[in-house]
């Protein structure tokens, strides 16, 4: 082992021609291993620089919903015992973004789920523990329709300091849409009108759009760049948050 940390801190003080990382485990991965024994990687990283030989204590699969198992196998042979983390009311592995790459012409709302490492360890493993508390909303309510539609009402939920503010949480404005070939026109116009509505009274407050789909996406930056060209209260609103904060609360407009 001696031998293998005098490699690394070699490794260490050449300004050029270093070892590769793939090398660089190969060689001193026991080493590297005492030095650092938390490793956090990707599928793809662990199939890239780790070598046989090379095990760990414990394997955590965090995000276990969105992983498939031939994505999770390698980590998971890399130790004798293993935590899968994830929820299986998420969505789960699709092969529509691969499609993508393939037929351009796809439809955005047709999608084929897979299987993921998650759904294997639910069958195969014991005991499956649930975690009850959520404390990542801001407000109580981006979490109350999940929870009351997906986790029986059984996640403890924490109460934010403005619950009773009118203009946080969560609001269903209904409009009388029509759904045609992944666009809704009438929605699209609802959606430009809240935006201008916000860019005009809440100048202070940052904002983005999202649409389950790139045509509503498309249709809502056309709506959008129509008002903007002739509304300057908007334009000053995307100039101001494209400067705040380095540009990381600038205005968008995406699809899921």
Same mark, same amino acid.
């Given at each position: 082992c001696t031998t293998k940390i005098?490699?690394?801190?070699?490794?260490?003080?050449?300004?050029?021609?270093?070892?590769g990382i793939r090398e660089l485990t190969q060689r001193a991965g026991q080493a590297l291993l005492e030095l650092k024994p938390c490793w956090m990687m990707s599928p793809l990283a662990v199939a890239q620089y780790l070598h046989e030989g090379m095990e760990f204590?414990?394997?955590?699969?965090?995000? $276990?919903? !969105?992983?498939?198992?031939?994505?999770?196998?390698?980590? &998971?042979?890399? $130790?004798? !015992?293993?935590v899968v983390v994830g929820d299986t009311?998420? &969505?789960?592995?699709?092969?529509?973004?691969?499609k993508m790459l393939d037929d351009e012409d796809i439809d955005e709302d047709l999608r084929e789920d897979s299987e993921s490492i998650l759904d294997m360890a639910n069958v195969a493993f014991m005991p499956i523990r649930q975690l009850r508390w959520h404390y990542r909303s801001r407000h109580s309510a981006l979490i109350q329709f999940s929870n009351k539609t997906m986790y029986k009402e059984e996640l403890t939920i924490f109460p934010s300091p403005r619950e009773d503010d009118p203009d946080m949480g969560v609001h269903l404005v209904e409009v009388l849409g029509a759904y045609k070939?992944?666009?809704?026109e009438i929605e699209a116009r609802a959606v430009v009108e809240a935006v201008v509505r916000h860019m005009t009274n809440h100048p202070d407050q940052s904002l983005g759009v999202c649409t389950m789909n790139s045509d509503q996406k498309d249709l809502i930056i056309d709506e959008f760049e129509r008002e903007r060209d002739r509304n300057r209260a908007v334009q000053n609103f995307v100039s101001k948050w494209e400067e705040e904060n380095d540009s990381l609360e600038e205005f968008f407009i995406k699809n899921l």
């Open positions: 005098s490699l690394i801190i070699n490794e260490m003080n050449k300004r050029r021609n270093r070892l204590d414990l394997v955590v699969i965090d995000e $276990a919903s !969105q992983m498939t198992p031939e994505n999770a196998i390698g980590a &998971l042979s890399r $130790a004798g !015992q293993a009311k998420q &969505l789960p592995p699709t092969s529509f973004f691969r070939s992944g666009r809704n």
